[in-house]
């Protein structure tokens, strides 16, 4: 089983849409969790990041932790077609490794 | 600009050849991470420096790959006798430090194609 994992999607919406993008881990050591956006030929940029349980909040993006279920959300408000990218999920503990999923493929069309 | 750079951002090899891959962090940091991404794979952990120690070489995926950083900043990802699944996009992040996760930056990537 891997430690993170994610749905590669593609995923398709409209302008405007809500996007709901998900991960699910194993390790109930993982303290720190991301979000990182990636634009094709880029390397990944971090958007957000949350430690341990609980919600944040920037701008149309939110971030969301559920350790009871090892289940970890990022939501787009108002999704715009620069939004479209691979969002990857990323999860540390106190060690030095961060564990990434797989990306999702996310186009929003105008 | 001051972000991580990498150099070749393209290679192309033969089967057998050996590789290097240099990644230059931004400067004063002294956290450095080596990454391979496969397509349908995600972000794979290679090899973590802090200084020029490597502390975690654990995800090195055999002994024909290896890294050295000098001086603190330049590292450099050597990779023997390529195979065509070394194919990927090689990524480097570097860090001020290891806690600061906003503070962890990626450079644009070596795409290795081994023919």
């Known amino acids: 089983q891997k430690e993170v994992e994610q749905d590669p999607g593609p995923l398709s919406v409209p302008e405007g849409a809500i996007v709901s993008l998900n991960c699910t881990y194993s390790n109930s050591a993982f303290q720190y969790f991301m979000w990182y956006r990636q634009y094709s030929r880029k390397g990944p940029e971090l958007l957000m990041y949350?430690?341990?349980?609980g919600n944040k909040e920037d701008g149309r993006f939110t971030a969301q932790v559920d350790k009871s279920s090892k289940y970890i959300s990022l939501f787009i408000r108002d999704s715009q077609p620069s939004d479209s990218a691979t969002y990857l999920c990323?999860?540390?503990?106190?060690?030095?490794?961060?564990?990434f999923g797989t990306g999702t493929s996310l186009t929003v069309i105008p | 600009g001051a972000g991580v750079s990498q150099s070749p951002s393209n290679k192309v090899t033969e089967k057998g050849k050996d590789v290097e891959l240099r990644c230059d962090p931004i400067?004063?940091?002294?956290?450095l991470y080596w990454y391979r991404q496969s397509l349908g794979q995600g972000l794979e952990f290679l090899i973590y420096?802090?200084?020029?120690?490597?502390?975690?070489k654990s995800g090195l995926p055999s002994d024909r790959f290896s890294a050295e950083r000098t001086g603190g900043s330049v590292s450099t990802l050597t990779i023997q006798r390529t195979q065509q699944e070394d194919s990927a996009v090689y990524l480097c992040a570097s860090s001020s430090d290891r806690g600061r996760i906003d503070e962890q930056f990626f450079g644009p990537g070596t795409r290795l194609t081994v023919l």
């Open positions: 949350t430690y341990s349980s």
């Open positions: 400067s004063g940091h002294t956290a």
């Open positions: 990323a999860m540390s503990g106190t060690g030095n490794q961060f564990y």
């Open positions: 420096f802090q200084g020029n120690s490597a502390p975690d």
